[in-house]
């Protein structure tokens, strides 16, 4: 998580740099800042719902398996394939977070 937050930051300070225009002047676009500020978010969010997702699935494959002892392969089966899922998802949202900085 620390790291993440790390990155969310980096990136989000790389995109907030001033931007040279054509003539050779030094013009700042901020318009960058909102952009990788926007991106850390997206991108923070991404991997927190991810964390908590996957907390939810560990904890309920572990109370199901107390419950049921003899389905704790299938259940951990279960477990694995929906907590791969969760984090496609949050991998993807983060992918898409920092796409879109070089826009």
Same mark, same amino acid.
Do not use: C, H, W
């Given at each position: 998580?620390?790291?993440?937050?790390?990155?969310?930051?980096?990136?989000?300070?790389?995109?907030?740099?001033?931007?040279?225009?054509?003539?050779?002047?030094?013009?700042?676009?901020?318009?960058?800042?909102?952009?990788?500020?926007?991106?850390?978010? =997206?991108?923070?969010? !991404? &991997?927190?719902?991810?964390? +908590? $997702? /996957?907390?939810?699935?560990?904890?309920?494959?572990?109370?199901?398996?107390?419950?049921?002892?003899?389905?704790?392969?299938?259940?951990?089966?279960?477990?694995?394939?929906?907590?791969?899922?969760?984090?496609? =998802?949050?991998?993807? !949202? &983060?992918?898409?977070?920092? +796409? $879109? /900085?070089?826009?």
């Amino acid at each position: 998580m620390k790291n993440t937050v790390t990155l969310a930051i980096l990136a989000a300070a790389s995109a907030a740099a001033p931007v040279v225009a054509d003539t050779g002047a030094a013009v700042a676009d901020y318009k960058g800042m909102g952009v990788g500020i926007g991106a850390g978010i =997206v991108g923070g969010l !991404a &991997v927190i719902g991810a964390g +908590l $997702g /996957i907390g939810r699935i560990g904890a309920s494959a572990n109370e199901s398996t107390a419950r049921q002892p003899e389905m704790g392969g299938r259940i951990f089966t279960n477990m694995i394939l929906t907590a791969a899922l969760v984090e496609g =998802v949050a991998l993807f !949202a &983060v992918v898409v977070s920092l +796409l $879109g /900085i070089n826009k």
